[in-house]
């Protein structure tokens, strides 16, 4: 996020597209749903469902799913038509605006409208007069911008929006993405990335090459960008990959087209899972480690407003589970490494020593404050707005981005559009959430959610068991007929192995970022002759 | 802003303008006893109990009352004891508080302050009703409304600050009760399990049905760490008894969540105490998972990997991270790619 949770009450609206706040940022949605309910602050909601915060939003558009490009240039095209913009903040702080405002002309109301499956065009100018009329308005989004092939062109778009509106570098403003895992941005932060060492310096510079060599006390760091999650299968399936250290994933669960996953680990020559349960990935395995669950760790977590926080050890170590750190660490030394951590506090100091961001973060200063990266030195006190006074690169670069369709159409064989997602009582895989009584039993397994019009069409009753096909796969799954997914459009929760999602994703990725499209492809549906 | 000065208790304070008196007070360190009003939520000024005197003369709700410059404030004398005594005693004559048998023994506003003020059990002429007993309907919230005191903040919670408005009242008088929605009964309500109203609940009238059995609310010790479940990252004081159970969690007031928290941060945590947990390193032996000591395993690993990287160099070999690791967890995980495996085939599931 560029701005801070804490700021949601300085906003005077938001605009909240691709996030299902409510199910799967709860606390966030709940402070938005406050703002708006009881403080009169406006909400402008697109979404392909009719999510809950749907119901308390001054305007709604059901968009198909993977079209949010086409109706974020479509606020645009009003607000530079009718002049609505910031224009002090766009030519003080931005450039690259006469080539995009050139490229938003055809994407007129009827035109977007069009793409996006809404009936009211007008719906579209009178919401983008409200967001230029919010000073400041604070954009939310999630999973629902990334997880297409256009994944990239969604996050551009949304900084073009509020770039133009001015909504960068101001409190209340920003544009806000909600991270999905509890340390997403820590991970990333640490250089747990292909391509990037820690605070994403790009392992491809010499530079940085030398640096990490220094710090590190090695010779020979590669300067190549290494696999991403999905290209590490497709190297395994190909034979390339022949060994896979695997920490608290479970691929076999999160990864798109799960054939294709299974068939690239039962080729690999080593599979190391650790993990605190035998996964689905684990029973594949050839060494199983039993590590601890968060709640028997120290260590730090940064959340999605880059806020660094402590975690400390809640319950005694699990009787024979390790730290994945001294995991780490023993397999480490057996190769030659040589460390000597013997805490996280050991590990975190030499974080502080290469993470810029990081390095006025201490173990001490974290227990009393809230501090957000970066936080270049010990009496720096954290950053709570990004870009207040110029963008990591000086100006903000607008750029003219086009809507593209999702990879998957649907045709006559493969005629609904299937999209997942999460929702609230469970998360991801359901390793954890599954294994807890109260939200096991609350949603005890999976369902698909069909509007009542496509429910009627194929003569499904609520709560029959159906199949659901992709060219990838078929799962059999309940039905919930609910008027919240569009006709069209059909919902699954990914986090059921009985009904795994993700035996029916497609594995196409973002082409800059490869992120997997998780959120739209082709299917079909049928009944299960008894 | 302009700051006012008045004096509470003897003692000049300072405030600003919109305060009111009981926000000066405990702003400065005073506090004056008090049920329906709680820092998060809107003023109700129901219950009566932070009754101070103003200039001497008039008792007024602290809570609601305005701190004006100049104001002269007593926040206790004879007087407002026995009229706090007698608000007390109401709400013992109208309940049936036995705390032996609740919950909140020993962690309930309303005890403390019948202990503060020295409240004797009432006398039971005036008939009792006995009203409604939910603990079945809902398998995470329970609630006993023969102690609920009708401060109404679990209905200011819910609307305010998770913003379901499940809760409300019914009827009038002696009558008056909560109600879920419609008037269903909690577990066939919309409620969405977040616990908040229990949070904010000063009795025993709401209480978390996990908690049932697991011991003293002194005997409990609390630590706090970050929810697992998203990247809202929300800070939970974890309370668990002396044989190291978990028995409850609780929102912390200082993280992003500003106390609160949604069902998975509030329920779903008895995954680490599951008997399904790994408790030995296992090694495939004749393509059977086996246990074997972590010495055999880490030993297999290290060699497997540096075979695979003697034979077909550093980049055949991958790992994957997780977001739901330290942060120096992943760190040194992508350090033992890079600087001991020497592979930048490192990547966690951000993108998933
Ligand atoms: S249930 Fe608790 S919070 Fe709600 S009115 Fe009764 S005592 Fe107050
Ligand atoms: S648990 Fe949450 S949703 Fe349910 S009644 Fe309480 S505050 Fe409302
Ligand atoms: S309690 Fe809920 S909202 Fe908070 S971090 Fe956990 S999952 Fe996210
Ligand atoms: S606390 Fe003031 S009236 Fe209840």
Aim: charged letters at 25%; hydrophobic letters at 35%; proline letters at 5%.
């Amino acid at each position: 996020m560029t701005n801070s949770i804490g700021e949601i009450p300085l906003s005077e609206g938001y605009l909240v597209i691709g996030s299902n706040t409510t199910e799967n940022h709860p606390v966030i949605g709940s402070m938005i749903k406050g703002q708006v309910q009881n403080q009169g602050k406006k909400l402008i909601v697109a979404d392909p469902r009719r999510i809950e915060l749907a119901q308390f939003a001054d305007y709604y558009f059901p968009i198909n799913p993977g079209t949010n490009i086409a109706i974020l240039n479509g606020f645009m095209h009003v607000i530079v038509k009718e002049n609505l913009y910031n224009k002090e903040f766009v030519e003080a702080r931005c450039e690259g605006f006469e080539e995009m405002a050139q490229s938003l002309e055809k994407y007129t109301p009827e035109y977007v409208a069009n793409i996006c499956g809404i009936h009211k065009a007008g719906d579209i100018v009178e919401a983008a007069r409200l967001m230029a009329s919010l000073k400041p308005m604070a954009l939310y989004y999630s999973m629902g911008i990334t997880q297409f092939v256009s994944g990239v062109n969604g996050v551009k778009s949304t900084a073009n929006l509020q770039m133009l509106l001015g909504n960068m570098g101001v409190e209340g403003g920003g544009v806000n993405p909600l991270r999905g895992q509890n340390n997403v941005q820590g991970a990333c932060d640490m250089g747990a990335l292909p391509a990037t060492y820690p605070a994403y310096q790009p392992v491809a510079s010499e530079e940085n090459r030398e640096k990490y060599e220094k710090a590190w006390g090695v010779k020979e760091l590669s300067t190549k960008p290494g696999l991403t999650v999905v290209e590490i299968m497709n190297a395994a399936h190909a034979g390339d990959v022949k060994a896979l250290y695997c920490m608290g994933e479970n691929p076999i669960m999160s990864d798109p087209n799960q054939e294709h996953v299974i068939e690239a680990l039962k080729k690999l020559d080593l599979l190391v899972v650790q993990d605190i349960f035998l996964t689905e990935t684990a029973q594949y395995a050839d060494v199983v480690l039993p590590s601890c669950s968060f709640l028997e760790k120290a260590g730090t977590a940064t959340n999605t407003e880059r806020r660094v926080q402590p975690m400390h050890r809640v319950l005694k170590p699990w009787p024979g589970a390790k730290d994945d750190w001294w995991i780490i660490e023993e397999i480490a030394n057996r190769m030659g490494a040589g460390w000597t951590y013997n805490k996280p506090a050991d590990i975190f100091e030499e974080i502080r020593k290469v993470t810029p961001s990081y390095a006025g973060i201490t173990y001490k200063r974290i227990e009393k404050e809230a501090i957000q990266w970066p936080c270049p030195t010990e009496s720096h006190p954290g950053t709570k707005v990004l870009h207040r006074e110029s963008f990591g690169r000086g100006k903000g670069l607008f750029t003219a981005i086009e809507y593209t369709p999702p990879y998957e159409e649907t045709d006559r064989e493969y005629p609904l559009v299937l999209t997942t997602g999460r929702i609230l009582q469970h998360f991801h895989t359901g390793t954890m959430t599954r294994n807890s009584r109260i939200l096991d039993e609350t949603v005890p397994e999976g369902w698909v959610e069909i509007h009542p019009n496509d429910a009627s069409n194929f003569n499904f009753t609520n709560g029959e068991v159906i199949s659901v096909s992709t060219r990838r796969g078929s799962i059999r799954i309940r039905v919930r007929v609910a008027e919240r997914s569009k006709p069209g459009v059909i919902f699954l929760p990914f986090h059921f192995y009985e009904s795994c999602a993700n035996r029916l994703t497609v594995d196409c990725l973002d082409p800059v970022c490869k992120i997997p499209e998780y959120k739209v492809c082709s299917c079909k549906v049928e009944k299960i002759s008894a | 802003m302009n700051k006012i000065k008045l004096t509470i208790d003897g003692k000049v304070v300072s405030g600003y303008p919109n305060q009111t008196i009981l926000e000066v007070a405990s702003d400065n360190g005073i506090d004056i006893p008090h049920l329906c009003y709680h820092p998060k939520l809107s003023k109700s000024g129901q219950c009566r109990l932070c009754i101070v005197r103003i200039g001497g003369k008039m008792l007024k709700a602290s809570c609601t009352e305005l701190a004006m410059d100049g104001m002269n404030v007593v926040t206790e004398d004879e007087g407002i004891i026995a009229a706090r005594k007698l608000v007390l005693g109401l709400l013992l004559q109208e309940g049936n508080h036995n705390c032996l048998y609740c919950e909140a023994n020993g962690d309930c506003e309303l005890q403390r302050y019948c202990r503060m003020h020295d409240m004797e059990p009432p006398s039971r002429e005036i008939p009792f009703h006995e009203r409604e007993v939910d603990y079945v309907s809902s398998n995470a919230l329970r609630r006993n409304e023969n102690v609920c005191i009708l401060c109404g903040r679990c209905v200011r919670a819910c609307g305010e600050l998770q913003v379901s408005s499940i809760w409300g009242f019914a009827e009038r008088g002696h009558r008056t009760h909560l109600i879920a929605d419609d008037d269903r009964r909690i577990g066939e309500s919309n409620c969405v399990k977040c616990g908040t109203c229990v949070q904010l609940c000063p009795t025993g009238a709401l209480s978390f049905q996990p908690v049932l059995g697991k011991g003293l609310n002194w005997e409990l010790s609390k630590e706090s760490s970050i929810c697992i479940y998203c990247g809202v990252g929300c800070k939970i004081d974890f309370y668990t008894n002396p044989q190291g159970q978990l028995v409850k969690a609780m929102g912390n007031d200082e993280g992003p969540n500003k106390g609160q928290l949604c069902v998975k941060g509030r329920f779903g945590f008895d995954f680490a105490q599951s008997p399904k947990r790994l408790s030995k390193p296992l090694v495939r032996k004749d393509g059977i998972l086996s246990e074997a000591s972590w010495k055999e395993a880490l030993d297999f690993v290290a060699a497997g990997l540096t075979k695979i990287k003697e034979e077909h160099g550093p980049d055949a070999i991958a790992g994957l991270s997780s977001a739901k690791c330290t942060n120096e967890e992943n760190y040194l995980m992508q350090k033992f790619m890079r600087a001991v495996v020497g592979t930048n085939n490192v990547d966690h599931c951000a993108r998933l």
